[in-house]
Antibody, heavy 120, light 107 residues
């Protein structure tokens, strides 16, 4: 079964750091680009960052550029999101998602999400 | 950035109704549009990709269409399991913008 499992969320003070992980199983992880999407409480979906299958190409939303870093370890089938200089507006459920295939970038498999709360 | 304007924001309907949700892109995105369904406390679920292709396992009552920069999700006969929030998303360019969402409520 194809599965994604996020971890690493929690409560952090403004200006602090957190690293999220997303463990993948049931598919050849290195063959697929991956994505982080977040959702603030009671709000809509907000794309955060993408990474290619090899890890060589990354993209970021303007709101997180320079503060967040996406990476992956294909030997461990794990995706990461390093979040630094966190702000209250970064409070959200963070989802990792898998892209459909090399020819289509829709997100076909999602994790259950991990909650990040930035508050003093 | 490409803006996605989704309407309506809320829709009240009854079981058996035909339901239509619209998403308009601020510029051309070809057919690079997806529709997702999200239920409270759950992750989004892919319904439609490439504007009109039905994801595997999704009931055929869901369909998508496109006309220029306007995209439509149609549920042909609303079922109890369909009461949820629906989002469109463009993936023609970065950033991968989502619409604001449409909550489908029980009338």
């Amino acid at each position: 079964e194809v599965q994604l499992l996020e971890s690493g969320g929690g409560l952090v003070q403004p200006g602090g750091s957190l690293r999220l992980s997303c463990a993948a199983s049931g598919f050849t992880f290195s063959n697929y680009a991956m994505t982080w999407v977040r959702q603030a409480p009671g709000k809509g979906l907000d794309w955060v960052s993408d990474i290619s299958g090899s890890g060589g190409t990354t993209y970021y939303a303007d709101s997180v550029k320079g503060r967040f870093t996406i990476s992956r370890d294909n030997s461990k089938n794990t995706l990461y999101l390093q979040m630094n200089s966190l702000r209250a507006e970064d409070t959200a459920v963070y989802y990792c998602a898998k892209r459909r295939n090399w020819n289509d970038d829709a997100f076909d498999i999602w994790g259950q999400g991990t909650m990040v709360t930035v508050s003093s | 950035d490409i803006q996605m304007t989704q309407s309506p924001s809320t829709l009240s309907a009854s079981v058996g109704d035909r339901v239509t949700i619209t998403c308009r892109a601020s510029q051309t995105i070809s057919s690079w549009l997806a529709w997702y369904q999200q239920k409270p406390g759950k992750a989004p679920k892919l319904l439609i990709y490439k504007a009109s292709s039905l994801e595997s396992g999704v009931p055929s009552r869901f369909s998508g269409s496109a006309s220029g920069t306007e995209f439509t999700l149609t549920i042909s006969s609303l079922q109890p399991d369909d009461f949820a929030t629906y989002y469109c998303q463009q993936y023609n360019s970065y950033s991968r913008t989502f619409g604001q969402g449409t909550k489908v409520e029980i009338k």
